[in-house]
C-alpha cells in the first residue's frame, strides 16, 4: 500500500449529469459533498465523441462563484491541439486543466502555458500511454490522471491493469515531493466505483473522478459519503 498524503478528493464528472439541468446538477452533488467538478472536453478528432466547450464552463463557472465558490472546475482536455483550450478555457474559469501529452507538440511548452495563465495543471496518460514522459516535466505538473478506460466515453469498465500505473506513479510522485511543500495529485479517471475505489486509493490515488457512478444513482450525497468512507485511510 502506498497511500498518498493528500486528503483524498471525489470530483464527479459531468460527463454524466442531466445537460438540460447542468447547474442544478453540479450544485446538487456539491451540497452532497463533493471536492471538485470535472468538466471533460472532447472534440470529436482525438476522441470519438463531442461535448463542451469553454462557454459552457464559463457559465457553470459564474454560476458557482456565487453559489459554491470554493469549488474548483477541473477541466480534462481530450482533444488535439490544445494550446488554444488551453487559453479558452483559463478565461472561461478553468482552475486547473489538464491534457494528453500526444495531443500536444510541445507538452512542456503547453504546461506552462496553463500556469502562467493561473491554472493548476498536468498530464493525462491513457491505459496504453507510458508515464515516461513525465520525468521531463514534472516541475511544471501538478496533477497525474491515469486513465482507467479508454477515453472518449462515459460508464466503461475499469481495467484492472490500471492500479498498477498508479502504484508507478505514486512512486514517482513520493520521491518528487519528499522533503518539500508541493502537491501533486494522482487523479484516476474511468469506472470508478463504490465496490473498487478502496483498491485505487490503496494503489496510490487520491482524487477520484466519478461519473455514472454518481450521477446515475438516486441519492448523491449516498454515494459520495459511501465512497468516501472507503476511501478514508486509518
Known amino acids: 500500500m502506498a497511500y498518498s498524503p493528500f486528503a483524498p478528493l471525489i470530483a464527479p464528472s459531468i460527463l454524466s449529469a442531466d445537460?438540460?439541468?447542468?447547474?442544478?446538477?453540479?450544485?446538487?452533488?456539491?451540497?452532497?459533498?463533493?471536492d471538485w467538478i470535472h468538466f471533460d472536453v472532447m472534440d470529436n478528432h482525438y476522441v470519438p465523441n463531442l461535448t463542451f466547450g469553454p462557454p459552457v464552463c464559463q457559465s457553470l463557472a459564474k454560476r458557482l462563484s456565487n453559489s459554491y465558490p470554493n469549488v474548483p472546475i477541473d477541466v480534462h482536455l481530450m482533444c488535439e491541439p490544445v494550446d488554444d483550450l488551453i487559453r479558452g478555457f483559463a478565461d472561461a474559469g478553468a482552475a486547473s486543466i489538464t491534457f494528453h501529452p500526444e495531443a500536444t507538440r510541445h507538452v512542456d511548452?503547453?504546461?506552462?502555458?496553463?500556469?502562467?495563465?493561473g491554472c493548476k495543471t498536468g498530464l493525462v496518460f491513457n491505459p496504453a500511454t507510458s508515464l515516461e514522459w513525465l520525468k521531463y516535466v514534472l516541475d511544471k505538473v501538478d496533477i497525474l490522471q491515469i486513465m482507467s478506460?479508454?477515453?472518449?466515453?462515459?460508464?466503461?469498465?475499469?481495467?484492472?491493469?490500471?492500479?498498477?500505473?498508479?502504484?508507478?506513479?505514486?512512486?514517482?510522485?513520493?520521491?518528487?515531493?519528499a522533503g518539500t511543500d508541493r502537491e501533486i495529485r494522482i487523479e484516476v479517471d474511468g469506472g470508478v466505483k463504490i465496490d473498487?475505489?478502496?483498491?485505487?486509493?490503496?494503489?496510490?490515488?487520491?482524487?477520484?473522478?466519478?461519473?455514472?457512478a454518481i450521477f446515475g444513482q438516486p441519492d448523491y450525497a449516498q454515494v459520495?459519503?459511501?465512497?468516501?468512507?472507503?476511501?478514508?485511510?486509518g
Do not use: Y
Open 109 to 117: 511548452r503547453s504546461l506552462a502555458l496553463a500556469r502562467d495563465l
Open 224 to 233: 459520495i459519503d459511501e465512497m468516501k468512507q472507503q476511501i478514508t485511510v
Open 19 to 34: 445537460m438540460a439541468a447542468l447547474g442544478d446538477e453540479c450544485e446538487s452533488v456539491i451540497a452532497a459533498g463533493a
Open 196 to 212: 473498487n475505489i478502496a483498491r485505487i486509493r490503496e494503489a496510490g490515488a487520491d482524487t477520484f473522478v466519478a461519473g455514472s
Open 149 to 177: 478506460v479508454n477515453p472518449g466515453f462515459g460508464g466503461q469498465s475499469f481495467i484492472e491493469e490500471s492500479l498498477g500505473k498508479i502504484a508507478e506513479a505514486r512512486d514517482i510522485i513520493d520521491t518528487v515531493v
